[in-house]
């Protein structure tokens, strides 16, 4: 399949290189060039000329409306994957004649997130506790934190987008959120204008109450989630890819690039029943302005 990434930071790079194992003709849109795909300057440009089937958006979260329009502009007519969170606000996408938009949670293709989902099916689920931390200076070695998007609120940067992985997964798990209030800001000493700390308490149509909090300060990565039912505690580990039902452990072995690969294999081979819609990854962008408002006004949000 001919695919097209349109941007080649670190996450376009990796989307690229997946891609190319798995057999596609990748060509890329980037101002600094790809080493080993053909380069195009525009979306216009390339989609005249390579002729694409399939397209991952990489830009920043605060361009990534801009080039879906420029994809329908350029008559793309073909499979739209947008890295996460969707756009910057919860908004509706431009006209379009794409075969299908989704947004890559690819966090759903974990195996310990998907056994969860799993085991509780016909539980009766009480109460979550998430978590998610990890320090932002470490994530990408060689490049100075403040320059990244992450660091910047007006190119998508903060903790509720950045780490919007965890609200998708219980949001697809649990579904739906239903109301939600938030506390954090910019807390840290971290140079950066973009929030760093927020924990949110919502309720979702299967959970009555929920607890998830993301930061960027925690010098020990980790991601997880406690769920209690009427029957069972389940602890997740996304770090850990185990997945503890009353304390016997089921540890699943992942590469780094498993979740990403099962991801585009999902889209290339049609199978799409695990894939984030375009409507789930707006609703994860309402839940994320819903926090950001009871940040501002302390109120419980409703949908």
Same mark, same amino acid.
């Not at 790809?34 to 002729?51: I, L, M, Q, R, S």
């Not at 979740?259 to 695990?274: E, F, P, V």
């Given at each position: 399949m001919k695919t097209l990434v349109v941007g080649y930071g670190s996450i376009g790079a990796r989307h690229a290189r997946i891609l190319c194992q798995e057999g596609c003709e990748v060509a890329v849109v980037s101002r600094r060039g790809?080493?080993? !795909?053909?380069?195009?300057?525009?979306?216009?440009?390339?989609?005249?000329?390579?002729?694409p089937e399939y397209a991952v958006i990489c830009t920043a979260t605060s361009e990534h409306f801009g080039t879906l329009e420029a994809l329908a502009a350029a008559a793309f007519e073909g499979t739209v994957l947008i890295e996460k969170p969707v756009f910057a606000s919860a908004r509706l996408a431009p006209q379009n004649n794409f075969g299908a938009v989704y947004v890559a949670y690819n966090l759903r293709f974990h195996p310990a997130v998907q056994a969860l989902r799993q085991r509780l099916e016909g539980e009766r689920v009480l109460a979550i506790q998430a978590y998610v931390g990890q320090y932002l200076p470490s994530w990408r070695p060689g490049?100075?934190?403040?320059?990244?998007?992450?660091?910047?609120?007006?190119?998508?940067?903060?903790?509720?987008?950045?780490?919007?992985?965890?609200?998708? /997964?219980?949001?697809?798990?649990?579904?739906?959120?239903?109301?939600?209030?938030?506390?954090?800001?910019?807390?840290?000493?971290?140079?950066?204008?973009s929030d760093d700390v927020v924990t949110v308490t919502a309720a979702f149509e299967r959970c009555p109450v929920a607890s998830i909090?993301?930061?960027?300060?925690?010098?020990?990565?980790?991601? /997880? !989630?406690?769920?209690?039912?009427?029957?069972?505690?389940?602890? *997740?580990?996304?770090?850990?890819? /185990?997945?503890?039902?009353?304390?016997?452990?089921?540890?699943?072995?992942?590469?780094?690039?498993?979740?990403?690969?099962?991801?585009?294999?999902?889209?290339?081979?049609?199978?799409?029943?695990? *894939?984030?819609?375009?409507?789930?990854?707006?609703?994860?962008?309402?839940?994320?302005?819903?926090?950001?408002?009871?940040?501002?006004?302390?109120?419980?949000?409703?949908?």
């Open positions: 790809a080493p080993d !795909a053909p380069t195009f300057g525009t979306v216009a440009e390339a989609v005249a000329e390579h002729n490049r100075d934190y403040r320059e990244v998007y992450s660091a910047h609120r007006s190119l998508g940067g903060g903790v509720l987008r950045d780490l919007s992985h965890d609200l998708d /997964y219980l949001n697809w798990i649990l579904g739906g959120w239903t109301k939600a209030t938030a506390i954090g800001g910019q807390l840290s000493s971290l140079e950066i204008d909090h993301l930061n960027y300060v925690d010098r020990v990565t980790q991601r /997880y !989630a406690v769920v209690n039912t009427d029957a069972h505690t389940f602890t *997740l580990s996304l770090t850990g890819s /185990y997945l503890e039902i009353d304390g016997v452990r089921e540890t699943f072995n992942l590469a780094p690039d498993d979740t990403y690969i099962a991801q585009h294999r999902a889209i290339l081979s049609a199978t799409n029943s695990d *894939l984030c819609t375009l409507g789930e990854g707006v609703d994860v962008m309402a839940l994320v302005e819903a926090a950001e408002t009871s940040m501002r006004n302390p109120i419980w949000v409703h949908k």
